[in-house]
């Protein structure tokens, strides 16, 4: 049984071939589908949706905060996955103890493609790991060379009170690979914010993500072209910001539509 070393520092004692495998992270367990690795997932999260036509017979295990530990248990895994920030830390170690855990930590796309290989050689996909990468690395040069002049961008994610993705966060990193500057990158990483304050950043452009916060233009965009009249507001795909697995080929092409 090989020794892997995840993103957490963690060394981790994993099967050869792992058949029975359990995700807590909703792209991660994309990425595991798009891996071929359908018929070995037995568990997911009920905010693991995509693809959803797969994933409808795959065993619900809770939320990414909190499992079900006794469906867990009888579901016998030989590999769980999980993620710093979207899991719960007494969570995680107590399925530590158990079964082997490997754990993303993820802040920038360099990190993403780290753990997508560390999946890989976890499960034995290398070769369809290494193609997926490949797809990425060369989608993100496209966005690259597609970059414009840069725009001052206020990332939204909540509502009541209103919450953005700050410094050291997948969003902001994402961000400024469409050549764009996070006006909130030298904060904390989600920093909540009033009225008052989102007027000072004197934004360009307002993105309102999709998610967590569902946020919609026909409800909250006239509130913020009030407290910022020369800035933009757009409602964005925050799956196409902020989930770091296999979505990321497709995020490059979206990322060149907002810039056009």
Not at 42 to 51: L, S
Not at 205 to 210: N, Q
Request: negative net charge; contains cysteine; proline residues 6%.
């Amino acid at each position: 049984m090989p020794t892997i070393t995840d993103q957490m520092g963690r060394q981790v004692l994993c099967p050869q071939h792992p058949q029975r495998i359990i995700s807590l992270v909703p792209s991660q367990t994309e990425l595991l589908m798009d891996l071929g690795l359908g018929n070995r997932l037995v568990g997911r999260t009920k905010f693991c949706i995509h693809p959803a036509d797969q994933l409808a017979n795959i065993t619900v295990i809770g939320g990414t905060k909190n499992f079900r530990f006794e469906q867990i248990d009888a579901l016998s895994p030989d590999l769980i996955i999980g993620n710093k920030e979207e899991n719960y830390e007494e969570g995680i170690a107590a399925l530590a103890e158990k079964y082997p855990v490997l754990m993303s930590d993820i802040f920038t796309l360099t990190d993403a493609l780290q753990m997508i290989q560390m999946v890989g050689t976890a499960t034995g996909t290398a070769p369809q790991t290494a193609d997926l990468l490949q797809k990425i690395e060369q989608e993100f040069n496209l966005l690259m060379q597609a970059q414009t002049a840069p725009k001052r961008v206020l990332y939204l994610i909540w509502k009541n009170p209103y919450m953005a993705a700050g410094g050291n966060t997948f969003i902001s990193d994402m961000i400024s690979r469409m050549g764009w500057h996070n006006v909130l990158g030298d904060t904390e990483r989600y920093p909540q914010l009033t009225d008052a304050q989102i007027q000072a950043l004197q934004p360009d452009v307002i993105l309102l993500s999709s998610e967590p916060y569902p946020f919609s233009l026909s409800k909250d965009a006239a509130a913020l072209e009030d407290l910022c009249p020369s800035a933009q507001v757009l409602l964005v795909d925050g799956e196409m910001f902020s989930w770091y697995g296999s979505r990321l080929r497709f995020a490059p092409r979206y990322l060149m539509d907002l810039l056009s």
